[in-house]
């Protein structure tokens, strides 16, 4: 049969529940070989917003079968291992932070862990100089996958059986897809690392270059999830699946064993939650920076009245900065895996603290990062993807997973079909070494054998009168938290509709380079008033894909209006009914 592929990018369709039928088609509701990308849609029974058409057609397939947003959540992910195999996936790890209908926060830490046979100085060479290749390219670079235990744990508080849940993404890798343009020229950049860092063929190989249409066929990863289907957690890490990733890691030096397998949990946290003025934010704790910096930075700005600066002025834009060059210096000073290195959590998000950070900010003039060290606390007692989901009960969910870098460690699992990951590189290799976002660290987030390494991937729900009015992530390495920061500042100070907080121009600073980077369409005026302050800019390419729902109305108007919308930075889509 002739397949036939058709993307339109529709930037700012927006389209009403009723013509999402067509989307409806047995167990996966859609021709994974003819779609369509949805940047907005305004639906009241469910939404859902990913990184790729047909793992959000798939999560709304779900809801619309009786699943929940958990369910969806579960689901989507599944499908993304296999329609976005640069970032979704089975040999990464995520994080999952949602609340219950009933009001119930949950967090949920499935980062990868430091394989047993990690050490503090793996990659330092008999010099002591860091090699970074190592961290970040092929069998080395893997932390234990998380994910497959992330999406266990997720399972107690979702409806439908996990053979549902799995059953579209093992028909999207068994049957194949049409990959659209991006995903196209992306495997076309990896061919050549393909070759180099894998022991055997695999199905993401090309002899000649990928176009938007072809079918990307994964048979090995079909088996991997049926037999997760089939044995639950125990198909992954232990059995088959396990023997193959290690069987990998012997072929090429790698050091993931049976037992690192066997022993990886996921972790139950306690989500960070704190008021912004009259909203109540909820978000990822360590090992994610993510939730605190998040909190450092809306606290040292909460007493400004930021909102009459006005959105994208100057005046606002260095506020922020400002706020986030300090929080940034204090990650890298003091986080870390808490199951490893204490870390002081209540004095960096006291709101006392937050004042104290900010005595030294002076409006119109660039601070320093020479002179702004950490803060003193004294005693105290580019792959990633984010998925938003919300469900007609009120559940809402904030996925953001990854493989660290753009597929990974560009390893492929032979005979298991999928990625594994270079998380490694999110520890600090060696102090004062920048990781690959640019990142540095400290002692408390040094390699040691089972930790995780400190991330910043932020998924984050915001509430208004306790009743939940956003869910909100992006990937994006260490500007996530920086584009969390101002997606929820766009809405609630700045007035911004919720397509406007997602699609314009995003900026970032992170203490160390003392740098502000922007996107390539931020205003030259702006530009021109910073570089004035004393601030030195960057032009730099698009910064994260942030996927946003907003709940227009909630359940006391006697039902909800969500409004999805998918970042225009990418193939992202929105759906749902
Ligand atoms: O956990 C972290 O912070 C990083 N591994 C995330 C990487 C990422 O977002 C890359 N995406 N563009």
Redesign the pocket.
């Known amino acids: 049969m002739k397949k036939y592929f058709f993307v339109s990018t529709l930037l700012i369709l927006s389209f009403s529940c009723k013509y999402v039928a067509k989307k409806e088609a047995g167990t996966l509701s859609a021709n994974p070989f003819s779609y369509t990308i949805h940047k907005k849609i305004t639906c009241s029974n469910g939404a859902i917003v990913s990184a790729h058409p047909l793992a959000s057609m798939v999560g709304a397939a779900i809801l619309k079968q009786g699943g929940n947003a958990f369910d969806a959540a579960i689901a989507t992910q599944l499908a993304l291992a296999v329609v976005y195999p640069g ?1 979704g996936n089975i040999g990464g790890g995520g994080f999952i932070v949602a609340r219950t209908a009933e009001g119930t926060n949950i967090a949920i830490d499935y980062r990868e862990k430091a394989p047993g046979k990690a050490s503090r100085d793996m990659y330092l060479d008999s010099a002591g100089n860091a090699v970074l290749d190592k961290s970040q390219n092929g069998h080395l670079a893997a932390g234990v996958p998380g994910t497959v235990a992330g999406l266990f744990a997720t399972l107690p508080y979702a409806k439908l059986p996990f053979k549902q849940l799995i059953q579209p993404a093992i028909e999207l890798a068994q049957n194949g897809f049409a990959i659209t343009k991006a995903e196209a020229a992306s495997l076309n950049t990896i061919q050549e690392d393909l070759k180099a860092l894998n022991t055997q063929a695999n199905a993401f190989q090309k002899q000649t270059p990928w176009k938007e249409g072809d079918t990307l066929l994964q048979k090995d990863l079909a088996l991997t999830l049926t037999r997760i289907r089939d044995k639950g957690k125990k198909g992954f890490y232990e059995g088959e699946t396990a023997r193959l990733i290690v069987e990998e890691m012997k072929r090429a030096n790698g050091i993931i064993s049976l037992e690192d397998l066997k022993n990886y949990d996921a972790a139950k946290r306690n989500a960070v939650v704190f008021n912004y003025k009259d909203y109540q934010v909820i978000s990822m704790p360590l090992p ?1 920076s993510g939730g605190i910096i998040l909190q450092q930075c809306l606290k040292m700005i909460e007493d400004k009245n930021i909102g009459a600066m006005g959105f994208h002025s100057a005046a606002a834009i260095q506020l922020m900065i400002e706020a986030e060059r300090r929080s940034y210096a204090d990650r890298a000073e003091y986080m870390g895996d808490t199951d490893f290195v204490k870390v002081p959590v209540k004095k960096l998000t006291s709101d006392a603290y937050a004042k104290e950070r900010m005595k030294d900010y002076i409006p119109g003039k660039a601070g320093n990062s020479q002179q702004t060290k950490a803060g003193v606390i004294g005693k105290e007692s ?3 993807t984010h998925l938003s989901i919300i469900d007609k009960w009120g559940n809402m969910v904030a996925v953001t997973t ?1 493989l ?2 753009g597929y990974g460690s560009r390893t492929v699992v032979g005979g298991a079909g999928f990625f594994l990951n270079n ?1 490694m590189d ?1 520890f600090s290799v060696k102090p004062g070494v920048p990781n690959m ?1 640019g990142a540095l660290g400290t002692e408390a987030n040094a390699i040691q054998p089972g930790k995780r390494m400190l ?3 932020t998924p984050t729900l915001v509430l208004k009168n306790n009743q939940p009015f956003m869910v909100v992530g992006t ?4 500007t ?1 938290p920086t584009s969390v920061f101002q997606s929820i500042l766009n809405i609630i100070e700045f007035g911004l509709n919720a397509e406007d907080a997602v699609y314009k121009p995003k900026f970032h600073h992170q203490w160390m380079p003392d740098v502000v980077y922007v996107e390539k369409d931020f205003s030259q005026p702006v530009i021109d008033s910073l570089k004035a302050m004393g601030y030195t800019i960057e032009q730099r390419g698009q910064i ?1 894909r942030t996927e946003l729902i907003k709940i227009q109305k909630g359940k006391a108007d006697s039902a909800y209006t969500f409004e999805a919308i998918a970042d225009k930075r990418g193939d992202d889509d929105a759906d749902g009914y």
Request: glycine letters at 20%; zero cysteines.
């Open positions: 970032a994610s580019e792959e990633t990854t660290n870098g998380e999110d976002y991330s910043s991937m990937p994006g390495g260490t996530i994260g």
